[in-house]
């Protein structure tokens, strides 16, 4: 019995889906076809706004990928994002005594109100170097997405 009205993927839809975001090299970097499929609504801010827009009017059963070039993706790597900060501010927005290791994220209070993370390149007895970047941007990304029911 074929339907002829197929819903289809709208910029406000509720889908329930199974989706994995792999790097280039194809190593996972979040999958659910292992496990219980994602509920979620678009536009809130759940999936990332470039995975969204590759979504919008897919029928509701495609299994459909996507290859994203690096600046498709999270964006292209910003070299004034990598930023010095004191280590009083360090000490300023963590819990005491906290045992920092290269390569932690670490979220900030942003001076204007809201948070933001970077990852701790480099620490020494005053600073440390911290990476705003997103931690994919520059990376090319694979989305595969399995919509099992679009509302």
């Known amino acids: 019995m074929s ?4 819903a289809v993927v709208t910029p406000s839809a509720y889908l329930t889906l199974h989706y994995r975001l792999a790097s280039a090299d194809g190593t996972d970097i979040v999958t659910t076809f292992n496990g219980n499929p994602a509920t979620l609504m678009l536009g809130q801010g759940q999936l990332a706004p470039f995975l969204e827009e590759r979504l919008i009017g897919l029928p509701e ?3 459909q990928t996507f290859e994203l070039a690096a600046g498709q993706g999270f964006g292209e790597r910003n070299p004034d994002l990598v930023q010095l900060v004191t280590r009083a501010t ?3 927005n963590s819990a005491p005594g906290t045992d920092y290791q290269i390569g932690d994220l670490i ?3 942003a001076p204007g109100g809201g948070r933001f993370a970077g990852v701790l390149r ?3 007895d005053d600073s440390a ?9 520059g990376q090319a990304l694979t989305f595969e997405v399995k919509l099992l029911s679009v509302l």
């Open 129 to 137: 170097l911290f990476d705003f970047n997103h931690p994919l941007a």
């Open 61 to 63: 059963g495609s299994h």
């Open 107 to 109: 979220d900030f209070a």
């Open 3 to 6: 339907n002829a009205h197929t």
């Open 90 to 92: 360090l000490d300023e």
């Open 122 to 124: 480099e620490l020494k």
